[in-house]
Each structure stands twice: as C-alpha cells, then as structure tokens.
C-alpha cells in the first residue's frame, strides 16, 4: 500500500510539472505576459516567466484532478462561499507583519507611509516587500485576458474598464459557470457587490445570457451572520442553472434571520424582469433592490427622464471627474495651511454645505497647478481647483442616514473621496445639486449602490435637465443658492445667481431645513410622484430625523397646486 501510495505520489508530480509547462505556455506565448520584478524606485523590471514562476502559483489542473467528471461535461451541482477580497498587494496586511501600529485604523496617510519607510530600512523587509509584490502582476494579467476568465472585466459602450479590480470572488464564480453541467445548479455566498457593481457587468451579463437564474437572496448583516464582518455588510446566496437565459427571477433584499432563506422564494418575495434591468441600468445592467410592488411603479415614472449620462442638445450636461488620489499624489499634500489652498475631502462636505470639517491638508497652488496639467504648457489658463465646483462624496453606504452627499464648493482642491463637475453653470450647478440631494435621487441610487458611488452611476440616475424656460428652475435656483452661499468665498455665486451676497445666505438650521424639506417637496412633484409614493419612499431613510420626513411631506402637500400632470410630461423631453 505505501509502494502504491507512493508511485501515485511520483505519478501526480511528473503530471503537475507537465500540466505547468502548458500553462507556462499560455501565458508566455499566447498572452504574451512577462514575470515583473518590482523594484523599491523606478519601473519594474521584465524578464521571461520561468516554469518555477508557475510552480510557485500552485495551480490546480481541473482537467487532470476531476477528468471523468468533465469528460461527461461537468459537476452536477456545485455549491460554495469563496474568499471575497481583491486580489492586489495589501500594504498594511503586509507591514502588519513587522509593526503592530500600522493596523491602528485612525493612521493617517502620512503617519503610514512615514512607519512604511523606516521599516523599508531593514534589507530583508525590503527584500520580503519586494518578493511580495512581485507575486502579484503577472497572475492579474492572466485574469484579464485568459479565455477562462473573460468575463471579469467589465465592457461599456464597447470600451473594457480600466478600473475594474480583479477579485477572487468573481474568479470563482466564473470558474463555477464552466465547471457545471449543462442543466446543472450551482449555489453560491458572495457579496451583494455582484449585483451593483460595475466591476461584475459582465459576470451578470454571463448568467442572464446564459443561465436561468433561481434565486438571488441578499442578507445584511445585522444579526452576525458572519463573525468578525461589518453588521453593515450585505452579502447574497446566489443560484443559479446553466444553460439558457433568464427572463425574471425571485429576490429578497435586507434580509436579517437566517430562517428567512428556509422560505425563499415566497409570497412575499419580489419577481425582477431582466427586461426591467436593462432599462434601469442600461449600460451596468445593476440590479435594484426592490423590495415590493410600489418600488416597481416610482422606478417606471423615474426612468421617463434622460440619464445624466446621456448627452442632450440645448440642456446642461453633466460631466464629473477627480483631481488628487490621496496616495499616488500624497507628496502635495501639506499640514501646514499658510498661503496654500485648503485639499477637501469627502467628509468635509454635507447636503449644500462646504463647512461640515475642517481641511486636512493643503496645497502650493503652484504644485497643485502642475500636477494637473501634468505636460500640459501653462499659460495662465483657468483651471477646475479656481472655479466653483458641483461635488459628492464618492463612498456612501445604502445603509447610512443619506448615502449622495451633494453639494457645490469654492476654489480649492480636491482629494479622490470627492467626484467634481467642472462643465455646468452656476445655475444649472445649483438646480443639478438639487436634484441630486433629494430623498427621490438618493432613493433610486441606494437600491443600485452599496458603498462605492462611482461616476458611472452618477451617469445612470434619470434626471429632469430643467433650464431657465421651465416654470421652476428659478424657484429651485434662489432656494439652493440660499442654502450654498453662506461665506465670502461664494459672494461671486451669489451675484451671479441674483441672490446678492452671502449675506442673504441662510444659516439658521430652522429656516434652513425648511427650504431643504420645500427643494424635496418640488423634486417629488417633478417626478411626478404621488402623496402616497413620495411617503413611502422617506419611509426608506429610517435613520433621517422623522421630524424632517415630515416636514418633506407637508412641502409637498404645499406645491400641490402648482404642478400639473402636463407640465411633469413635459419635463421628461
């Protein structure tokens, strides 16, 4: 027995060395990837993968180890929770190694890097650090052009998104869709970022289009499903049949009781149109969280408007963008504020309010100017950092008190927590923060998005393009204006929409909230929303104060007469 265990031994290695040299040559000579030394400064240094660059992957040879079960086309049923992190070099896991300090998750972005670089003084960490990395870029590589994992990038307009973080929970559910059968199922725990994101386009893409889609169940996870992991995290018991394609399937959102999945699908569960999907969310095909019969009807009468996405003659469009990234550029970014520009991050900002906290970090404005034209020449042309700015936060959870931040800023700089338009006037800034600072807005983008706001999905919310001929653009301009310009900095803004100075600006909370609860009462009527609808959708926002949800509503009850159902068509065009 041990003679035969160990020609099986001796058997399975000369096999794996084979099966490593053909993978050897996928990825030398049809994907052309090359083995990437990182070096501590400058580029990395290429050379030719070597066999033992492969052997050190450990990779498992599926066609050898499970050869009768493919040879009869599949598993039957596969069922799995996977790893759910990127697959990228983790710094501070890393350094955690050699500093306990550095998993203190108050340090600062300077305060890290200043711990990284007196541990990069040790030879042997450096070497570690180095080795670590250099785990990484080749493997990422294959990912993203092997023929086994063609769906994990996604595709927009044509175009592969060079953003798209490669992550292993996606891996595996790629690799699950080719492991099975044909009419087999395979049931799967991942993130509810499958659902959502842009990341994972194309996976969802691959299972609409060719699997029958079962059951797709979302729990957050309130009572401690999973130790050790955010109450605020939402994760989804996915299954699915090959073979086919789906034209609807059931769901169930925030669920919290394990013994919920036991009933699934039931009477109360939701049935989701693939049809439906793609008229939602026509570029990212995200699945919005319905929860019952009447979020169906306020998404129909919401996506009659245009996508802010879309490009419309005669209207404002909105284009956004980002300046710094708090890493890649943390060589601009100063303590000290004396003749520097103030770097705003997300948490400085709130619903049309530049004020929330105090700046960081600043910046040379003449540093600050060459970082952005990079190669460009300066003549002394006026630049995003000197102009007033449509901004939000681009990292909100759906489960927070209001995830679309929105509001406009002053002259300044801008870290990657921040997206930024530079293309509307002041107007149009003031009608575009608006709307998207709205219970309305917020609403449809919580059931889409779960922390990350991307511009992409900016890009994908309906919105009314109101301009000056439409009967309430003034009337949102003034309030808005009201509640934004309420410093010196924003006097300009001020005369330019006719409010004066920021003088006329308000700054008194009772006052305030109430222009805020008029702003949403006229949003919910230009979506032509009913009583009843607008009511239930403040219901969603269960830790807003229920004295403002109130005071939403009765403004809407106010504006009653003055919208009329052929002026909300109107709108639409």
Known sequence: MIHLRKNIE???????????????????????????????????????????????????????HFDKVLERGGFDAIITNPPWEAF???????????NDLVTKKKMDIHTFEDTKDKLLQDKEIVTAWLE??????HVNLYYRSSRQYQNQISVVNGKKSKTTDINLYKLFLEQCFYLL?????????????????????????????????TGLFCFENRKTIFEGVDSRFKFV??????????????????????????????NDSISISIELIRRLSPDSLSVVEFKNEIDFCISE??????????????KWNLSLSREFHMTDDKDLFKLNFKGRLPLYEGKMIHHFSHTLSKPRYWVEENEGRKAILKKQKDIGQVLGYQ?????????????????????????????????????????????????????????????????????????????????????????????????????????????????????????????RAK???????????????????????????????????????????????????????????
Request: charged share 25%; hydrophobic share 35%; with cysteine.
């Open 301 to 314: 009468k919401m996506i009659k408007f245009p996508l802010l996405g879309d490009k419309i003659e005669d």
């Open 237 to 266: 018991v996915l299954t699915f049949e090959k073979g086919g394609k789906t034209e609807k399937f059931p769901a169930a959102f925030m669920r919290h009781d394990i013994q919920d999945l036991q009933r699934f699908p039931s």
């Open 387 to 511: 102009k007033y700015r449509l901004a939000y936060r681009a990292v909100a959870s759906n489960t927070n008190e209001r995830s679309l931040i929105c509001t406009i800023i002053p002259p300044c700089f801008t870290g990657n927590s921040i997206n930024i338009s530079e293309s509307l006037t002041s107007k149009s800034q003031l009608v575009c923060v608006t709307l998207l600072s709205s219970f309305v807005v917020d609403w449809l983008l919580r059931q889409k998005v779960t922390t990350n706001i991307n511009i992409f999905y900016i890009n994908q919310l309906p919105v009314p393009r109101l301009t000056k001929n439409d009967r309430y653009f003034n009337d949102i301009v003034q309030r808005a204006a009201k509640l934004i310009c309420t410093t010196p900095e924003f006097d300009e803004l001020a005369q330019e929409v006719g409010l004066g100075s920021h003088q006329q600006g308000v700054t008194d909370e009772t006052e």
């Open 515 to 573: 222009l805020r609860a008029e702003l949403d009462g006229m949003v919910a009527h230009l979506y032509g929303l009913t009583k009843d609808e607008f009511s239930y959708i403040l219901t969603t926002f269960p830790i807003v104060n229920v004295t403002i949800k109130e005071a939403a509503l009765e403004a809407y009850r106010t504006f009653v007469p003055m919208f009329g159902e052929s002026e909300r068509v109107g709108l639409t065009h």
């Open 132 to 137: 670590y990395k250099s785990k990484f870029p």
């Open 181 to 213: 059968k044909a009419g087999s199922e395979c049931g799967i725990v991942i993130p509810s970022s499958f659902y959502n994101d842009l990341g994972a386009k194309q996976l969802r893409e691959m299972l609409f289009s060719h699997s029958k889609v």
């Open 88 to 98: 990228k070099p983790d710094e501070k896991e890393f350094f955690t190694q050699y």
């Open 10 to 64: 001796q058997l399975n290695k000369k096999s794996q060395e084979k099966l490593n040299l053909l993978l050897l040559d996928e990825f030398s000579k049809r994907l052309g990837i090359k083995y990437e030394e990182v070096q501590l400064n400058g580029k990395s240094q290429k050379r030719v993968l070597k066999v033992e660059d492969i052997a050190a992957l450990k990779p498992f040879h599926w066609g050898y």
